[in-house]
């Protein structure tokens, strides 16, 4: 079925420099496609130099990347791992695949992250780690939930899928746990399509996440010459991008910085022309933290009820505008109920999911486009939230 065409879409890609000239270059001139190429290469040194963790290792999703994760973490049958129920399926699936039990905890009104003050009253014997999302780019409660986990002896991953580059107490978000992992999917700030990237912030993990990485063979210690021939060693995967995805994403990321300012400047504009509406009680307005500088990921509004939200889609469909929701929490989805478990109430979750809607955003999206969508709001909620 042909998707409708939008005059506001809700994302478009783009291209920004150099990204077919990179990629007709591994082509060309390195005869490298497969992955851990030269553009793989550069990708992982950029990231390590900009946001200091110990070591980068490129993935072909920020879903491979948590998956990593479990699998370093030497998972087992029950184990359980504490996360919220607002995320994406890949924060749950990645450890339900090693058998371990995601346990759902609910998320704060305004940063719409995990509540850090729950987090305690979750922990049981078998609780193993703890699974952070920072939601539209804006920093968990990192400190406390860092000395949650030292006490109980967890370890940390950050599912910093939406928050590449935004940052906590000055360090970036995904350098902050035991783990970070990132997106690069064609929906967030810096794109490659598919893509991601696990940031490890010890050394402890890097040896058994290059072999976990490697199809669970030591193929890197034999191109670095550590050993005179490579074998089967480990369990592991296929999680390596190809070389054309990483020259893709070389060239975004040599201009990051340029992209995240147009982004936050459309956050601004968003929130220059919302706030009289909110002001008005209308609908809330999204909270970037106080604790760090957000990557103007994203810019959402919550409505009043679902039933709000169901005609204001309804409503900028007909005006060419493509609002989106999210999530259906896990917690209620039929694989939840199956595989993991909630710990205590859910409210918040279950309230805030109903009401969520993600505006149009974009790279390449103009001030004029943002006006569109602040007007057609205004027009929506003057005319008594009833669709056209």
């Known amino acids: 079925m042909k998707e409708p065409q939008f005059r506001i879409p809700f994302n478009k890609p783009f291209i920004v420099g150099k990204e077919l000239y990179y990629m007709a270059e591994a082509v060309m001139n390195n005869r ?59 924060t749950a699936n990645a450890f339900a695949l090693r058998g371990a039990v995601p346990v759902f905890v609910d998320i704060t009104s305004d940063s719409l992250n995990i509540d850090e003050k729950l987090i305690r009253s979750a922990i049981t014997p078998r609780t193993k780690g703890i699974v952070v999302v920072h939601y539209a780019g804006t920093a968990c409660a990192m400190d406390e939930i860092i000395d949650v986990a030292k006490e109980h002896h967890l370890w940390v991953a950050e599912d910093a899928a939406q928050a590449f580059l935004s940052t906590y107490k000055g360090r970036y978000l995904g350098t902050l746990g035991d783990f970070g992992c990132l997106s690069f999917h064609e929906t967030k700030n810096i794109i490659s399509g598919e893509g991601g990237a696990l940031l490890l912030n010890s050394e402890h993990f890097l040896e058994k996440a290059e072999i976990i990485r490697e ?144 505006l149009p955003m974009y790279y390449e999206m103009t001030f004029e486009e943002v006006e569109t969508v602040a007007r057609a709001l205004e027009r929506f909620y003057l005319g008594g939230n009833k669709p056209v």
């Open 32 to 90: 490298h496609l497969a992955g851990n190429g030269p553009f793989t290469k550069l990708c992982e040194k950029w990231l390590e130099q900009i946001t200091g963790c110990s070591r980068a290792l490129l993935t072909h999703s920020c879903t491979a990347a948590l998956e990593m994760v479990a699998i370093l973490c030497d998972l087992k049958p029950g184990d359980e791992v504490i996360m919220p129920s607002f995320t994406f399926v890949s």
């Open 215 to 358: 199809k669970g063979t030591n193929r890197g210690a034999f191109f670095r010459g550590d050993v005179d021939k490579y074998t089967w060693v480990s369990t592991g995967s296929s999680f390596l991008p190809g070389e054309l995805i990483a020259a893709f994403l070389y060239a975004q990321l040599e201009h990051a910085e340029k992209i995240g300012e147009a982004r936050r400047n459309l956050i601004g504009k968003y929130t220059e022309l919302l706030s009289p509406l909110a002001d008005r009680g209308w609908f809330a307005m999204p909270f970037f933290g106080e604790h760090g500088v957000c990557n103007g990921h994203m810019f959402y509004i919550i409505t009043r009820s679902l039933h709000e939200r169901t005609n204001l889609i309804s409503y900028l469909a007909n005006n060419g505008i493509s609002a989106v929701f999210h999530y259906i929490p896990l917690h209620s989805s039929p694989a939840g109920r199956k595989l993991g478990r909630t710990a205590g109430s859910m409210r918040v979750t279950e309230e805030l999911s109903d009401r969520v809607l993600r």
